[in-house]
């Protein structure tokens, strides 16, 4: 293979290790914000990472020229070494400058059994490099016009709001990863338990 071949080789080889390598990184992200709950992505993480590393070490194969196979072996290794700092620089180099907005709604509101208080649910649509990872529910109660958090779950199937009595509250929640739990609000005892648990 003569000179200009191999660096077409080379060049076309490099673009589609580092797409394999961008694409893992990306669902590395996926599974990092997702908290490795989609084990499917597994096979096809896999599949980029041994592409990347099969096609930098056809590029070290070209670039071997005379040398013995230790050199392709070292060769790759720093080639795939780059690789993945470049990528991965880069990667979280875009994901420090991103803006990623959340978006909240508010799901349901109960009014405690004097009316004095209310109970809101609201979703956050948590925003990642990933575009996608689950759902944070949160719970605050109002009191004097004022919003308290009183807990947060992510990933939850859904939430029940139940007022016991006026300044008892029962969360019920399907399951999650509970970020945070406030057992009291002001004079409002606030008790989540998982569903089946009640």
Same mark, same amino acid.
């Given at each position: 293979?003569?000179?200009? /071949?191999?660096i077409i080789w080379i060049a076309a080889?490099?673009? =589609? !290790?580092?797409?394999? *390598?961008?694409?893992? *990184?990306?669902?590395?992200?996926v599974l990092w914000w997702g908290e490795w709950a989609y084990p499917e992505l597994?096979?096809? &993480?896999?599949?980029?990472? #041994? $592409?990347? +590393? #099969? &096609?930098l070490t056809g590029?070290? +194969? &070209?670039?071997?020229?005379?040398? $013995?196979?230790?050199? =392709? +072996?070292?060769?790759?290794l720093l080639l795939t070494v780059g690789c993945c700092a470049m990528t991965g620089g880069l990667f979280l180099r875009c994901w420090q400058i /991103?803006?990623?907005? !959340?978006? *909240?709604?508010?799901v349901s509101q109960r009014k405690s059994p004097d009316g004095l208080r209310t109970a809101v649910w609201s979703e956050e649509a948590c925003a990642a490099v990933a575009a996608y990872c689950p759902p944070v529910s949160h719970v605050a109660v109002v009191l004097d016009g004022k919003e308290v958090e009183a807990f947060s779950v992510r990933g939850a199937d859904g939430l029940q709001l139940d007022w016991r009595s006026s300044d008892f509250l029962v969360i019920s929640y399907g399951r999650g990863r509970v970020l945070h739990v406030r057992n009291n609000v002001g004079p409002v005892? =606030?008790?989540? +338990?998982p569903v089946g648990f009640q």
């Open positions: 293979m003569d000179g200009r /071949a191999r080889l490099a673009i =589609v !290790a580092l797409g394999c *390598a961008i694409l893992a *990184a990306y669902l590395c992200s597994l096979l096809p &993480l896999g599949g980029c990472l #041994l $592409g990347a +590393v #099969l &096609l590029i070290a +194969v &070209l670039l071997r020229r005379r040398s $013995g196979w230790v050199a =392709v +072996v070292r060769t790759a /991103a803006d990623f907005p !959340a978006t *909240a709604w508010i005892r =606030v008790h989540a +338990v």
